[in-house]
Nanobody, 121 residues
Framework: QLQLVESGGGLVRPGGSLKLSCAASGLTLDRYTLGWFRQAPGKEREGVLCIDSSGKSTNYVDSVKGRFTISRDNAKNTVYLHMNSLKPEDTAVYYC??????????????WGQGTQVTVSS
């Protein structure tokens, strides 16, 4: 069935940018609602952004507004998270997840393994 694999994480300086990718295999993503989540050390996992099958996106974390953007490319079966003006507070493991239904992604049927983003000088 559906498998999700994140990539693109790494070490970046404050103010820098990263583009995370979540590539799907096994099934096509076009009918799925997709979300990006993150979990910082000592904190619970939180939903950051969601995009539905029509391409409408929703942000759930005020601190990333204007800096993070979610997008999807159904032809490549991939969802992206574009992150600009990164701050140390953005340091976390970032996960993608998928399910049917409206945003937010509730009770995801599928999770990726996560990719580490570290923002440090």
């Amino acid at each position: 069935q559906l498998q999700l694999v994140e990539s693109g994480g790494g070490l970046v300086r404050p103010g820098g940018s990263l583009k995370l990718s979540c590539a799907a295999s096994g099934l096509t993503l076009d009918r799925y609602t997709l979300g990006w989540f993150r979990q910082a050390p000592g904190k619970e996992r939180e939903g950051v952004l969601c995009i539905d099958s029509s391409g409408k996106s929703t942000n759930y974390v005020d601190s990333v507004k204007g800096r993070f953007t979610i997008s999807r490319d159904n032809a490549k079966n991939t969802v992206y998270l574009h992150m600009n003006s990164l701050k140390p507070e953005d340091t976390a493991v970032y996960y993608c997840a998928a399910n049917f239904g409206l945003c937010p992604v509730r009770h995801p049927d599928y999770w990726g393994q996560g990719t580490q983003v570290t923002v440090s000088s």
